[in-house]
């Protein structure tokens, strides 16, 4: 918290807003209290949940933010998990044109992806993230690997996903570990896995912060993940973006056994981890044509052609692959 | 057209919505009818006026461009004044984090100023461009003088006032041209005096695109000039932007006086051509009462002291200076 104040001074701020939602304001109410000695600070909640990333809420924070007079010198922390971060961060690079950013990383999620690399949004007319901008939080405060203990198993699984993520475009030592795994609990993450994903994110998003190119790598599993997880949030049986990702890999898995040389040996192994704590519907047709209209929203696409990053290999990737699969 | 439509292929845009405003629209309904034999094309028609720049608009625009499946390789074409860019170039800048722009300025103030420079927003709260990002169009297209002629008589005199705001940040043969006009009209107002605006303006943004030191010698007059216009409009008396520029310029060329050194003789030369197309409300405590509240908003603000660009003389202006008026 020292290196935190030393910051907000060296910024200028004079007041902090920290925004977050009803889990975490409920756990860890007192986390900040000592920036208030120093700062103008309040403490702003959204309901917990990716339902928050609309233009309610978004619309509650700017209007929050105008009556505390915030101005550019000021700051907003970003308290919580996947949610707090993209709809936080999207208010705070829109307010006044942009004010100061700090995130607090509370979900695995969030510590290995969400809470960097600046992609901030809101979910619109059921497209995950359809409004958002690409702006990098100004400070992030280090992994607290307390807050894993008090996340619920789903938040824990949904930021494994991304963890195999990580293992399968960069890793075969890290996903050989992750296979490792017999039961997801708090302890069995291991703080140098949380580090070797986040320097890899940091190295990618510094290649291409705004995602023209080389942070395309990133987005294996989610093409069809994000298609996945709009299709079942529009059915009212939402999934978490972790899970839907999970589900994602295994199917672009088996498009990368066809179009990029990933052996049968090394798709069983991936889907072997993955169904071990995932369910994962059978690939069929009828799915496939539910998720069309989602998949060609994608923000990858590109005149109309679906753009997935596929596996050579696992530790492998091969970005900008256009495929048509209608 | 021909070097659009060139430009539009090599982003291999397939989907082109044209935004215009009401105005605009009834005044040039075939502008850009080429297009649609290349491309899939949409207009959209906003009401003509600063307050379409509201949270209503820009979600009509972003569900627009949804229901059109726009993906970032289309493009948004921003034909009309400071209005259409600046709610348009917000929309475009945050729909799938950003689909390319390109701007059309039909006003004499966006041919000179809201078309360049990126800055990008819509009104909230009663604060002007309270919301909104910085974000350069992908393309400008050259300003067309024709246009100037179906302008009415207020907006010509709105971009007549960022004008002389040029000519006294920056070329003290600029200001004495424009203190030969006695009438305005399209014809007045020549094509290099548009072509040197551009060019310093350009010059500025490529200096400093974020607005954080440099680019701030573009808000002589502004601070005074965005509070004048945020009280008038939450009067139910609104006033141009560059007529609101113009009675800021005034007053900040008094601070002028009294803390940068512009002389009395100056002050005075501006003062006379100011007053000589626009009405200039008495410096008046209880006026500058009235703009406390949109004055403490100001964006450039840092840590509650309000921030003005000072003239030296006319044509030489000094940034960031902080003073206490209250």
Known sequence: MDELIEILNQWATRRVMVLTDTNVAGLYPQYFERLSSVFECQTMVVPAGEESKNTEQLIRIWNRMLDFEMDRSDTLILFGGGTVCDLGGFAAATFKRGIHTVSCPTTLLAMIDAAHGGKTGINFGHIKNCIGTVRQPD??????????????????????????????????????????????????????WIERCVAYKRKVVALDPEDRNERHVLNFGHTFGHALESY??????????????????????????????????????INKLICRFYDVPEWSEDLIKSLRPYLLQDKKNSSGELNFTLLCDIGNAMINNFIQIF
Chains 1, 2 share one sequence.
């Open 139 to 192: 400070y992030m405060m280090p992994a607290n690997l307390e807050f894993l203990k008090t996340l619920p198993a789903a938040e824990l699984k949904s930021g494994f996903g991304e963890m195999i993520k990580y293992a399968l475009i960069a890793s075969p030592e890290l996903f050989n570990q992750l296979c490792s795994i017999r039961v997801l609990t708090a302890e069995t993450i291991l703080p140098e």
């Open 232 to 269: 079942y949030w529009s059915q009212g049986q939402p999934v978490t973006h972790g899970e839907a990702v999970a589900i994602g890999m295994v199917y672009e898995s088996r498009l990368s056994m066809q179009h990029a040389g990933l052996s049968q040996v090394q798709f069983n192994r």
